[in-house]
């Protein structure tokens, strides 16, 4: 509404004024509400644009590819898992070979049946038996634990006379008695 189209009502210029003012008041919530209506249409075409989107996709697609990472984390786990049962024996078997004296660890597994030894608890079952089969056949892979026998030693015994004899002719003094 323009100020001309009331003068020509023939509308005082104090009528004229609160007419525009409200005529103002007006407007401005009609622009406020567009403006709301401007951000609400760009919303609803992303929505739009999102469940199109949605529309596009292979649902099966995105299941089977779910159910393919699924079944590749149960292998990871199960390998994972295996790994550390191996990782678990071998540590076992070797304290246990180190604590049966063994010289060269590396031979002594060379020589077990793997197969028949098997992980229980901290303990390998099975093998004190190969390791007695081993120690009987093979008894140089093993450290010695008998004491050596003594063959020769000091003898305590009466000095002789040749002795003296001796001590002078080196130019050593005579013995203390």
Same mark, same amino acid.
């Given at each position: 509404?323009? +100020?001309? %189209?009331?003068?020509?009502?023939?509308?005082?210029?104090?009528? $004229?004024?609160?007419?525009?003012?409200?005529?103002? !008041?007006?407007?401005?919530?009609? /622009?406020?509400? %567009?403006?709301?209506?401007?951000?609400?249409?760009?919303? #609803?075409?992303?929505?739009?644009?999102?469940?199109?989107?949605?529309?596009?996709?292979? $649902?099966?697609? #995105?299941? @089977?590819?779910?159910?393919?990472?699924?079944?590749?984390?149960?292998?990871?786990?199960?390998?994972? *898992?295996?790994?550390?049962? !191996?990782? +678990? %024996?071998?540590?076992? #078997?070797?304290?246990?070979?180190?604590?049966?004296?063994? /010289?060269?660890?590396?031979?002594? /597994?060379?020589?077990?049946?793997?197969?028949?030894?098997?992980?229980?608890?901290? @303990?390998?079952?099975?093998?004190?038996? *190969?390791?007695?089969? #081993?120690?009987?056949?093979?008894?140089? =892979?093993?450290?010695?634990?008998?004491?050596?026998?003594?063959?020769?030693?000091?003898? /305590?015994?009466?000095?002789?006379?040749?002795?003296?004899? =001796?001590?002078?002719? %080196?130019?050593?003094?005579?013995?203390?008695?």
């Amino acid at each position: 509404m323009k +100020r001309e %189209f009331l003068k020509a009502l023939s509308l005082s210029d104090d009528v $004229i004024d609160q007419i525009m003012g409200e005529n103002g !008041r007006d407007v401005e919530a009609v /622009k406020a509400r %567009f403006s709301d209506y401007g951000e609400v249409k760009n919303r #609803l075409e992303e929505a739009d644009a999102q469940l199109q989107a949605f529309r596009d996709m292979d $649902i099966d697609g #995105l299941k @089977k590819t779910a159910d393919d990472w699924q079944k590749k984390a149960q292998k990871a786990e199960a390998t994972a *898992q295996q790994s550390l049962e !191996r990782l +678990r %024996f071998e540590y076992a #078997l070797d304290a246990a070979l180190s604590a049966a004296k063994v /010289k060269n660890i590396k031979a002594v /597994k060379a020589l077990l049946d793997m197969d028949a030894l098997a992980l229980a608890g901290d @303990k390998i079952a099975g093998l004190n038996e *190969q390791i007695e089969s #081993l120690k009987a056949d093979n008894g140089y =892979l093993f450290e010695n634990t008998d004491k050596a026998p003594r063959v020769a030693g000091p003898t /305590k015994g009466a000095s002789r006379p040749a002795d003296a004899s =001796l001590r002078s002719a %080196f130019g050593l003094p005579p013995a203390r008695a």
